[in-house]
């Protein structure tokens, strides 16, 4: 190191050079200078940071925006009357064949089809039946017995269809279940003997009471009115020729009432003159 009092040379930092200065000496001088310039110089900055804290923030204050005017709407232009076209007259409407209505289609393709093909059925069954039984296949107690059974499965499957929504299917099947129990019934007692009057009348009675409680629950004017006929039918399918006057009459009054009660619960005036015809 250079001495800063002879300009020799030191070989050493921490001693004495020949001209009797102290190194040492000078170097903690100068490391003492600067740390004074140091804090000197952070005393500057900090005055500078509580100055600008301590300045209120300058606002400017907001100038009105000015919105511009629009514009005047462009004026229509003015067409004379010789310059205006002529008006095309419109076009006569191709003409369309008609579409029937959907009451008739709904009538036709669902209504009468349906009793038309529980018609047929039945028709068929019997033909069948009638062919086993001129060909000896099927005694008398089996023929009444599978037109009970077919009578039977009828109602079920109505009340299938009934169930998942096929409701004009429903009570067309239901409607050929109560016929075909009638002439089973018919058969068993004026056919084959195998019944008696009393046991005929109260299946007869029974099938009636189904009929009309399907007919009330199933909404159905058309089983309503089978029901009434095979109950007024009743006494004159099923009739020995003997005179029993109360019990015909009995017979008819509970018959009335009941249709009555039906007629009033479903609103469904037509009964009441079929009921007293």
């Given at each position: 190191m250079r001495c800063p009092g002879c300009g020799l040379i030191n070989p050493s930092t921490a001693f004495r050079c020949s001209c009797g200065y102290s190194l040492t000496e000078v170097r903690l001088s100068e490391l003492e200078r600067r740390l004074a310039n140091l804090a000197a110089q952070l005393e500057e900055v900090r005055t500078d940071i509580s100055a600008l804290r301590q300045a209120p923030p300058e606002t400017e204050a907001a100038l009105p925006l000015e919105t511009p005017a629009p514009p005047p709407p462009p004026r229509p232009p003015v067409v004379s009357e010789?310059?205006?076209?002529?008006?095309?007259?419109?076009?006569?409407?191709?003409?369309?064949?008609?579409?029937?209505?959907?009451?008739?289609?709904?009538?036709i393709g669902g209504r009468w089809l349906a009793k038309i093909?529980?018609?047929?059925?039945?028709?068929?069954?019997?033909?069948?039946?009638?062919?086993?039984?001129?060909?000896?296949?099927?005694?008398?107690?089996?023929?009444v017995l599978i037109g009970g059974f077919s009578g039977l499965a009828l109602l079920f499957g109505g009340e299938h269809f009934q169930t998942k929504g096929f409701k004009l299917y429903g009570q067309t099947v239901a409607g050929g279940g109560i016929v075909?129990?009638?002439?089973?019934?018919?058969?068993?007692?004026?056919?084959?003997?195998?019944?008696s009057q009393i046991p005929a009348m109260l299946l007869m009675v029974l099938v009636t009471a189904v009929c009309c409680s399907l007919a009330y629950r199933y909404e159905s004017r058309t089983l309503a009115t089978m029901g009434l006929l095979?109950?007024?039918?009743?006494?004159?399918?099923?009739?020995?020729?003997?005179?029993?006057?109360?019990?015909l009459l009995s017979y008819l009054l509970v018959l009335d009432v009941g249709a009555g009660w039906l007629a009033r619960k479903r609103r469904w005036g037509f009964l009441n003159p079929i009921s007293f015809a």
């Amino acid at each position: 190191m250079r001495c800063p009092g002879c300009g020799l040379i030191n070989p050493s930092t921490a001693f004495r050079c020949s001209c009797g200065y102290s190194l040492t000496e000078v170097r903690l001088s100068e490391l003492e200078r600067r740390l004074a310039n140091l804090a000197a110089q952070l005393e500057e900055v900090r005055t500078d940071i509580s100055a600008l804290r301590q300045a209120p923030p300058e606002t400017e204050a907001a100038l009105p925006l000015e919105t511009p005017a629009p514009p005047p709407p462009p004026r229509p232009p003015v067409v004379s009357e010789a310059d205006r076209p002529t008006p095309f007259a419109p076009l006569p409407a191709a003409h369309s064949p008609r579409r029937p209505s959907p009451e008739w289609e709904a009538l036709i393709g669902g209504r009468w089809l349906a009793k038309i093909g529980i018609v047929a059925l039945v028709l068929g069954v019997l033909y069948f039946l009638k062919y086993a039984f001129d060909n000896q296949w099927i005694g008398n107690t089996g023929r009444v017995l599978i037109g009970g059974f077919s009578g039977l499965a009828l109602l079920f499957g109505g009340e299938h269809f009934q169930t998942k929504g096929f409701k004009l299917y429903g009570q067309t099947v239901a409607g050929g279940g109560i016929v075909v129990l009638y002439l089973s019934i018919y058969a068993a007692f004026n056919f084959y003997s195998l019944i008696s009057q009393i046991p005929a009348m109260l299946l007869m009675v029974l099938v009636t009471a189904v009929c009309c409680s399907l007919a009330y629950r199933y909404e159905s004017r058309t089983l309503a009115t089978m029901g009434l006929l095979g109950g007024l039918l009743t006494p004159y399918l099923l009739s020995t020729g003997k005179s029993n006057q109360i019990g015909l009459l009995s017979y008819l009054l509970v018959l009335d009432v009941g249709a009555g009660w039906l007629a009033r619960k479903r609103r469904w005036g037509f009964l009441n003159p079929i009921s007293f015809a």
